[in-house]
Structure formats: C-alpha cells, structure tokens
C-alpha cells in the first residue's frame, strides 16, 4: 500500500467515523476496492449506552393505600439504576445487530426457559442479520436466571440478551 493510499484511507475512516455520529448510527461497515488484489474493509462501531427500566408490575394491580402506591414508583427507578443487566457478570450479549428468535422455527419449543440448565455450548437463541441465522451458544453451564428480549424483537449489538448463573 503506497503512502497515498494510507493517508487516504485515514480520512475515510475518518469520514465514516463522522457520518456514524451525525446520524446517529450504532455500526458501519463499508468495502473498498482499489483493483483486483487490493482492497480496504472498514467497520466502525460504537457502544450506545443502553437504559433500561423495570416497570413495576405489583404497583397498578396492588389496590395498597395511596402513601404506600406513591412511595413505590419513586423506588423503582433507584432498583432499576443498580440492576442494569449489561453489567451482570452472566449477562450473555449480542454479537451483532439483528432480530432474536427464542425457537428454531415456528411452533417449535423454545431453546430456553427460565430457570432451564444449559450446558457450554447450547444455542440459547438466534439472531438473524442478513438474512443468515446465527446460532448463539451458550458462553458456561449453568442456568437461565432471566431472558431479557422478546422473540421478534431488534437487538443491537452489545445488547444483553439472557443472564446465565
């Protein structure tokens, strides 16, 4: 590669680089070919910061006096704030961006469940991306504390998907 294809390859990841800010983009991967034998394969990504919020489920259904009902929404978000499922240490996250599938086809049973024992290796979802299923295996046995995503939902990549103890 000559010098002045570096330093024009530095000022297209650069570009890139500001067009995946400007818009707000989480991924960007681009091709480039300078002729037959020679090109340039670019990924440019960055981690979003992911929020998420457990609604309370027990406070609308509970019929609880109103000091208690108005103290309980004001509790949640502290809950939430130290639960963040990203940090868990058996959070098992996206590798790419995607859509979750929890069975292999339609009607078929789930690969997990809550509470299931899975061994290193067992695919606990899929995520589609292009086109092409990919098999996500299980990174240590153990056993499915919480499932984070639904099946058919869009996952970005670096998203939790299950948390395995």
């Not at 929020?51 to 939430?80: E, F, K, L, R």
Request: no cysteine; charged share 20%.
């Amino acid at each position: 590669m000559s010098k002045k294809n570096h330093d024009s390859d530095v000022a297209f990841i650069q570009a890139l680089a500001e067009l995946l800010q400007e818009n707000d983009l989480t991924e960007l991967e681009v091709m480039r070919e300078y002729g037959e034998d020679d090109s340039l394969n670019v990924r440019v990504s960055r981690q979003k910061e992911v929020v998420t919020m457990a609604a309370p489920i027990a406070a609308p259904v509970a019929a609880a006096p109103a000091p208690v009902a108005a103290a309980a929404p004001a509790a949640a978000p502290a809950v939430a704030a130290t639960d963040d499922p990203a940090s868990h240490p058996g959070a098992v996250t996206s590798p790419m961006v995607g859509t979750v599938y929890m069975q292999a086809e339609p009607g078929a049973p789930t690969f997990v469940s809550v509470g299931s024992s899975i061994s290193e290796g067992d695919t606990i979802m899929i995520v589609e991306a292009m086109k092409t299923m990919n098999h996500i295996p299980a990174p240590k046995s153990g056993t499915v504390k919480r499932i984070l995503v639904e099946d058919g939902a869009t996952v970005e990549y670096g998203a939790p998907l299950v948390i395995i103890e």
